[in-house]
């Protein structure tokens, strides 16, 4: 009786150890929610959501404080997929906080641009280079389209063009859905 | 497939006399008596090249020269940008006269920037031609630098920059396949190149060989290539060549495609999401294996490349021998011009190509076949009917995949459940839409699929790159704040604790204050009753004064 007591206790003991230290050792860092949710976000950084940037949108999100329909950049794509990671029901986007639109970056009229640097002070991504009193351009690689620098322009020389299609962003258009007698599949 | 990536311990197959099958395939009408029996003529040089910045898969190449300057045939004109990425040269002498966005083979028919040649039409080289070079003293990575500068990519129709795939010394390799089995239906410009130049097939496998360090070596052929084969063989005779080895397969749909083609002569699966060479296998096209030959050997740069014009829609269906960027309606005139009841153009092959809208594009180093096409030849697809889950396309599938399920999952955009049944192992060969009784045009849901699932994971790189500057912008701003607020701690310190100094400011300050109050109170001091004085009184005054403006000019 003592023996087996005895056994079974060192047997508990050494197991418990092993599993502890593999507990340590294979231990896996889960992303944090704050985290995936920002992964989702298109990352404007448009403010449009009212928070200032994608990632206080994206915490407000965490805390239950912001709903999953503020982001128009990301329109529905973007509300489905934050619905699928929190296992909310999808919903149209709100809209207060602007329209979903195709992507679009800006343009600075360089014969109008003043040099006044009001633009590169309010741009998220540091994509316009400039320095006072010298003109300003928008490096378009690194755009995100997020307008925030239209507003301060005092000459209103910065315009909001649409992506041109290119070889490289071209998609194969879907086949058109009509199909003949066609009946709904699952 | 799984399966497969296991096997890679698998020992080599020594010999590779026994032919295995593939799954699926078809059998289709060959349509290549329009153009096979034809000798290959030249295109001439057009008065017009257009060449476009890319011609492969990969980075775009990067122009260096200008509008306005003289180019010599040959000349490096745009260079390789990156590992993946595929010189372009200047294929005849002649005038830069723009860089600029023109039309190119594209499915999209979006244009793309091109440099365009104005031609002289003397087709000169800069300097005379150097003598042949012997590579069996050249180390893999000189082949292979050779191969680089020369801009070649894979001619079959692919792309691929071929030292990149070469790999060079990276990779183990037991067997190099040159792939002349043309299985899609009308082309026969590989067919054409080996039947005239024999030679230079040979002589092109023995230096890649060479730069693999390949102990086999198979060239293979497709069943009907009788003519091609004896071609082979007579030259495979006078060049003493060893490990080199002729193999005839049969003519199935698709049988010439890479991962096929080594199912049927090896047995063997290449893995999914693999390369060939994780196998110990590397497979070129014959018309590259030609191109390494002139690039190596005589030291010439991809300038030209064989072009099938066929289809009932053009007069005269042949190969021609054509230089890279001359324009596509340039050929068609030099094959007769097109038939009075052409009614599509397409660039490749009926099962892979695409129709385009306009003839004015360039030739570009993969494009192997143009195709003129009447009503009656190939008739507009009738209407898609449902999918009644026949199977059919199952069974043809080479990739051994479930077309029925990707194409449930890809018209439903359920992109990750396609990518689960193996959409990036579709080889959009077309026996799926090319055996389907609804007529549901399944290759383009494919495309549109994976054009899709590219276009989403560019979007998550850019706007993980918005992400950090967002992140980079915060700091700089946040460094800014803090760096001020150092400043203006360091300068009150200074200001409070420099008690010496101090009261030295203090004293300035004030003395600069009573300065101030002094100037105001003589602004003030204002003379009075001086309305009505008399002429001597005047005259004191002014002598007053001046007396005062010399003492203060003095001062």
Redesign the interface.
């Given at each position: 009786m003592l023996s087996a007591i005895i056994a079974l206790g060192v047997l508990a003991a050494l197991i418990g150890l092993v599993l502890g230290y593999s507990a340590i050792r294979f231990h896996v860092d889960s992303d944090p929610v704050v985290d995936q949710i920002?992964a989702l976000?298109?990352?404007?950084?448009c403010g449009q959501c009212t928070y200032a940037?994608?990632?206080p949108y994206a915490e407000a999100m965490a805390a239950g404080e912001a709903d999953i329909n503020q982001c128009p950049p990301g329109g529905e794509a973007t509300i489905q997929a934050l619905a699928d990671l929190l296992g909310l029901d999808p919903k149209p986007l709100n809209p207060e906080h602007g329209e979903h639109s195709e992507k679009t970056v800006v343009v600075i009229d360089e014969q109008v641009c003043i040099g006044c640097t009001l633009c590169i002070q309010a741009?998220?991504?540091?994509?316009i280079v400039g320095a006072a009193k010298q003109m300003h351009t928008v490096v378009r690689n690194?755009c995100?389209g997020c307008d925030l620098c239209i507003p301060p322009c005092p000459v209103e020389c910065i315009h909001v063009v649409p992506l041109t299609?290119?070889?490289?962003?071209?998609?194969?258009?879907?086949?058109s859905?009509?199909?003949?007698?066609?009946?709904q599949?699952g | 497939m799984a399966k497969s990536a296991t096997s890679f311990s698998r020992p080599a197959v020594a010999s590779f006399d026994r032919l295995h099958t593939f799954h699926g395939g078809l059998k289709l009408p060959g349509h290549r008596e329009l153009s096979a029996s034809r000798p290959i003529i030249s295109a001439g040089v057009p008065a017009i090249l257009v060449l476009p910045l890319q011609q492969h898969i990969g980075a775009p190449a990067e122009c260096l020269v200008q509008p306005g300057d003289t180019v010599h045939k040959g000349q490096l004109i745009a260079r390789q940008v990156g590992t993946i990425s595929a010189a372009v040269h200047a294929s005849s002498s002649g005038t830069v006269t723009a860089i600029e966005d023109r039309p190119v083979p594209h499915p999209s028919g979006l244009q793309a920037p091109c440099i365009i040649i104005e031609t002289d039409g003397l087709d000169r080289y800069q300097d005379s031609q150097s003598n042949a070079l012997d590579y069996t003293r050249m180390e893999a990575d000189e082949i292979c630098d050779h191969i680089r500068r020369a801009g070649i990519v894979g001619l079959g129709g692919a792309g691929f920059p071929t030292q990149a795939k070469l790999g060079c010394g990276k990779h183990k390799i037991n067997l190099l396949l040159i792939n002349a089995v043309e299985c899609e239906p009308y082309i026969t410009c590989d067919n054409r190149l080996i039947q005239e130049r024999a030679a230079e097939v040979i002589e092109g496998a023995r230096v890649l060989q060479h730069a693999v360090q390949a102990d086999n070596c198979i060239i293979a052929i497709e069943d009907d290539m009788t003519v091609a084969e004896q071609a082979l063989h007579t030259a495979l005779a006078a060049s003493n060549a060893t490990g080199i080895k002729v193999t005839r397969v049969p003519e199935i749909y698709p049988s010439g495609g890479e991962r096929q083609l080594i199912k049927v002569l090896t047995g063997r699966e290449v893995p999914s999401q693999g390369f060939p060479s994780d196998i110990g296998i590397i497979c070129q096209n014959v018309g590259t294996t030609a191109a390494v030959y002139n690039a190596v050997i005589k030291q010439q740069p991809l300038l030209s490349r064989i072009v099938t014009v066929t289809g009932d829609g053009v007069v005269q269906p042949q190969n021609i021998e054509t230089l890279i960027g001359t324009p596509v309606s340039h050929l068609v005139a030099a094959a007769g011009g097109y038939t009075h009841d052409v009614e599509r153009l397409l660039i490749g092959g009926p099962m892979m190509g695409y129709t385009v809208p306009v003839d004015n594009i360039p030739v570009t180093k993969t494009l192997n076949c143009i195709l003129a096409v009447t009503r009656e030849e190939m008739p507009a697809p009738p209407p898609a009917q449902p999918c009644i889950r026949c199977g059919k396309c199952t069974d043809v599938c080479p990739a051994d995949l479930l077309p029925q399920q990707l194409y449930w999952y890809a018209r439903s955009s359920n992109q990750d459940a396609a990518q689960d049944y193996g959409l990036f192992d579709c080889i959009e060969c077309g026996c799926c839409a090319y055996v389907c009784p609804s007529h549901i045009p399944l290759v383009q849901y494919y495309r549109h699929a994976k054009s899709e699932i590219w276009l989403a994971e560019k979007q998550t790189k850019a706007s993980d790159i918005a992400r950090q500057r967002h992140e980079a912008h915060l700091n700089r701003l946040e460094r800014i704040k803090q760096e001020r607020a150092e400043r203006m701690a360091k300068k009150k310190q200074a200001l409070s604790s420099d008690g010496g100094s101090s009261d030295k400011k203090k004293a300035a300050i004030e003395a600069a204050l009573e300065r101030v109050k002094q100037k105001k109170e003589q602004a003030e001091m204002m003379p009075r009753n001086v309305d009505n004085l008399t002429s001597e009184q005047q005259q004191l005054i002014d002598a007053v004064d001046k007396r005062r403006q010399q003492k203060d000019e003095s001062e």
């Amino acid at each position: 009786m003592l023996s087996a007591i005895i056994a079974l206790g060192v047997l508990a003991a050494l197991i418990g150890l092993v599993l502890g230290y593999s507990a340590i050792r294979f231990h896996v860092d889960s992303d944090p929610v704050v985290d995936q949710i920002d992964a989702l976000l298109p990352q404007t950084q448009c403010g449009q959501c009212t928070y200032a940037g994608c990632r206080p949108y994206a915490e407000a999100m965490a805390a239950g404080e912001a709903d999953i329909n503020q982001c128009p950049p990301g329109g529905e794509a973007t509300i489905q997929a934050l619905a699928d990671l929190l296992g909310l029901d999808p919903k149209p986007l709100n809209p207060e906080h602007g329209e979903h639109s195709e992507k679009t970056v800006v343009v600075i009229d360089e014969q109008v641009c003043i040099g006044c640097t009001l633009c590169i002070q309010a741009c998220p991504v540091d994509a316009i280079v400039g320095a006072a009193k010298q003109m300003h351009t928008v490096v378009r690689n690194e755009c995100t389209g997020c307008d925030l620098c239209i507003p301060p322009c005092p000459v209103e020389c910065i315009h909001v063009v649409p992506l041109t299609p290119t070889i490289g962003n071209w998609v194969w258009p879907k086949p058109s859905e009509q199909v003949l007698g066609d009946v709904q599949h699952g | 497939m799984a399966k497969s990536a296991t096997s890679f311990s698998r020992p080599a197959v020594a010999s590779f006399d026994r032919l295995h099958t593939f799954h699926g395939g078809l059998k289709l009408p060959g349509h290549r008596e329009l153009s096979a029996s034809r000798p290959i003529i030249s295109a001439g040089v057009p008065a017009i090249l257009v060449l476009p910045l890319q011609q492969h898969i990969g980075a775009p190449a990067e122009c260096l020269v200008q509008p306005g300057d003289t180019v010599h045939k040959g000349q490096l004109i745009a260079r390789q940008v990156g590992t993946i990425s595929a010189a372009v040269h200047a294929s005849s002498s002649g005038t830069v006269t723009a860089i600029e966005d023109r039309p190119v083979p594209h499915p999209s028919g979006l244009q793309a920037p091109c440099i365009i040649i104005e031609t002289d039409g003397l087709d000169r080289y800069q300097d005379s031609q150097s003598n042949a070079l012997d590579y069996t003293r050249m180390e893999a990575d000189e082949i292979c630098d050779h191969i680089r500068r020369a801009g070649i990519v894979g001619l079959g129709g692919a792309g691929f920059p071929t030292q990149a795939k070469l790999g060079c010394g990276k990779h183990k390799i037991n067997l190099l396949l040159i792939n002349a089995v043309e299985c899609e239906p009308y082309i026969t410009c590989d067919n054409r190149l080996i039947q005239e130049r024999a030679a230079e097939v040979i002589e092109g496998a023995r230096v890649l060989q060479h730069a693999v360090q390949a102990d086999n070596c198979i060239i293979a052929i497709e069943d009907d290539m009788t003519v091609a084969e004896q071609a082979l063989h007579t030259a495979l005779a006078a060049s003493n060549a060893t490990g080199i080895k002729v193999t005839r397969v049969p003519e199935i749909y698709p049988s010439g495609g890479e991962r096929q083609l080594i199912k049927v002569l090896t047995g063997r699966e290449v893995p999914s999401q693999g390369f060939p060479s994780d196998i110990g296998i590397i497979c070129q096209n014959v018309g590259t294996t030609a191109a390494v030959y002139n690039a190596v050997i005589k030291q010439q740069p991809l300038l030209s490349r064989i072009v099938t014009v066929t289809g009932d829609g053009v007069v005269q269906p042949q190969n021609i021998e054509t230089l890279i960027g001359t324009p596509v309606s340039h050929l068609v005139a030099a094959a007769g011009g097109y038939t009075h009841d052409v009614e599509r153009l397409l660039i490749g092959g009926p099962m892979m190509g695409y129709t385009v809208p306009v003839d004015n594009i360039p030739v570009t180093k993969t494009l192997n076949c143009i195709l003129a096409v009447t009503r009656e030849e190939m008739p507009a697809p009738p209407p898609a009917q449902p999918c009644i889950r026949c199977g059919k396309c199952t069974d043809v599938c080479p990739a051994d995949l479930l077309p029925q399920q990707l194409y449930w999952y890809a018209r439903s955009s359920n992109q990750d459940a396609a990518q689960d049944y193996g959409l990036f192992d579709c080889i959009e060969c077309g026996c799926c839409a090319y055996v389907c009784p609804s007529h549901i045009p399944l290759v383009q849901y494919y495309r549109h699929a994976k054009s899709e699932i590219w276009l989403a994971e560019k979007q998550t790189k850019a706007s993980d790159i918005a992400r950090q500057r967002h992140e980079a912008h915060l700091n700089r701003l946040e460094r800014i704040k803090q760096e001020r607020a150092e400043r203006m701690a360091k300068k009150k310190q200074a200001l409070s604790s420099d008690g010496g100094s101090s009261d030295k400011k203090k004293a300035a300050i004030e003395a600069a204050l009573e300065r101030v109050k002094q100037k105001k109170e003589q602004a003030e001091m204002m003379p009075r009753n001086v309305d009505n004085l008399t002429s001597e009184q005047q005259q004191l005054i002014d002598a007053v004064d001046k007396r005062r403006q010399q003492k203060d000019e003095s001062e």
